[in-house]
């Protein structure tokens, strides 16, 4: 499909956003995991390993994982939470969100870290289990969760369900009472609270499939629904109000908004709710402009707002449970790519460049799902070249095919050159595709000396398991 020039010619080559470089071979280390460093040579380390080394012994496209930057980050977060609440309550608990990334390495190092695990799905729960995480520990969450998954979890044992519709009480009601049990569960409130980076909404309706709603009342009635069904324990009330959220500003009406609901449930129905559950959404740096905000602090202001809120509705201090996905896996991996083509666009205004790599929107969507913006480095070597505003883009069919829309790389990228992208630990590996049936990159850990996958490439042959007329298949494809 040829390109329609006559759009591109009034594209401003870079965005006001985007800083011109002082140095385009230096890294930015705070969008880099703790133990990736670039020497003299322009080539990216990782624990001391370079990635030019990495990516000839493993292949590119891949995603590189910092064990020990993942595992800081969980045990920080758990940490800076506990403190903090324990200062105006009985505590706090990170549950990981498991869609953010998970395998059965990701949940052992959850579960050092002392976070409890939320899943959303039989596989992330068949996950957990086989990596031997404490059932206690695990939520499930999902707005449709299945016969087969709330019967996994019950047999498990997990430590709560989230409620999420009224469809749902009886079911889980009823499955529980088939076996005998005490199904401990949430109800998920949407509060009207709908937060994204430093700007939220606060409305009184809630047009979205998730929750129930708490100004229409839905969400007091549930209450008394669970509270009516004697296989039912309602352990406390859950608000998630986004994703990549740099302030307190939302969780604040957020919280305000739940324990005031918490407060009027106890009331008249005489019960004390011990758990509030105030969801995820940290945000994390994908590019200068991103500015998240340290554990520590965020965790020190919402334990505040909570003690203001229950303060206010004359409440007990909840025990607060949070979500954090994006902001434990998202800075800890790195996708590492292969040049293939560069072509240089006039734009009227200035030139492209249009870095074509060896993996796309397959490896990570969120650029074209969420218009999402990345960065990038030169990888392998240093260059006395000026920066070139370049967009890096995959291989596949599309020309929303886009990774980072913006970035300054050395005006001589070229063919054979690697580029790294970070922060792609979240919601890239998770929402990987087999789209123009490329098979979906693997996940080298690197931890210290030690390198091994996490979740090796898909081969072929796993990628055509599926398909009856084409498997067995070998690695040349026949
Ligand atoms: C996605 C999700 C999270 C995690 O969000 P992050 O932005 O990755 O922190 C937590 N809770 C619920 C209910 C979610 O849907």
Known sequence: MPAHIAGSLHAAPSPVWLPYPDDVNALMPSLWSANVTKGDDGVLRIAGHPVTALAEQYGTPMYVLDVADFRAR??????????????????????????????????????????????????????????????????????????????FALDWGIGRIVIDSFDEIPRVAAAAADRGTTARVMLRVTVGVEAHTHDFIATAHEDQKFGLSLQGGDAAAAAAQIIDAPSLELIGLHSHIGSQIFDKAGFEVAAGRIIGLRAEIERTHGVSLPEVD?????????????????????????????????????????????????????????????????????????????????????????????????????????????????????????????????????????????????????????????????????????????????????????????????????????
């Open 278 to 478: 105030l969801g995820g959404g940290f945000g994390i740096q994908y590019t200068s402009q991103d500015t998240p905000t340290p554990f520590g602090e965020i965790a020190e202001q919402l334990a505040d707002v909570v003690g203001k809120a229950c303060a206010e509705h004359g409440s007990e201090v909840p025990f607060v449970s949070f979500e954090p996905g994006r902001a434990i896996a998202g800075p800890a991996m790195f996708t590492l790519y292969r040049v293939g083509t560069v072509k240089p666009v006039d734009t009227g205004s200035g030139v492209r460049c249009y870095v074509s790599v060896d993996g796309g929107m397959s490896d990570n969507i969120r650029t074209a799902l969420y218009d999402a913006d990345y960065s990038c480095t030169l990888a392998n070597r240093t260059s006395p070249e000026d920066p070139v505003v370049v967009r890096v883009v995959g291989k596949h069919c599309e020309s929303g095919d886009i990774i980072v829309r913006d970035e300054y790389l050395p005006a001589d990228i070229a063919a054979g050159d690697l580029v790294a992208v970070p922060g792609t630990g979240a919601y890239c590996r998770p929402l990987a595709s087999n789209y123009n049936h490329v098979p979906r990159p693997g996940v080298l850990a690197v931890d210290g000396e030690d390198v091994r996958w996490a979740i090796r490439p898909e081969s072929y042959q796993d990628m055509f398991a599926t398909d009856p007329g084409f498997a067995p298949v070998h690695e040349n494809g026949e």
């Open 74 to 151: 969980a045990a920080e977060f758990a940490r800076a939470f506990s403190t903090a609440f324990e200062r105006v309550g009985p505590g706090a608990r990170g549950y990981y969100a498991g869609k953010a990334f998970l395998c059965t390495a990701a949940a052992g190092w959850i579960a050092e870290a002392d976070l409890g695990l939320d899943c959303c799905s039989l596989g992330e729960l068949m996950i957990a289990r086989r990596a031997g995480f404490d059932p206690a520990l695990v939520g499930l969450h999902g707005n449709n969760k299945s016969d087969a998954e709330i019967a």
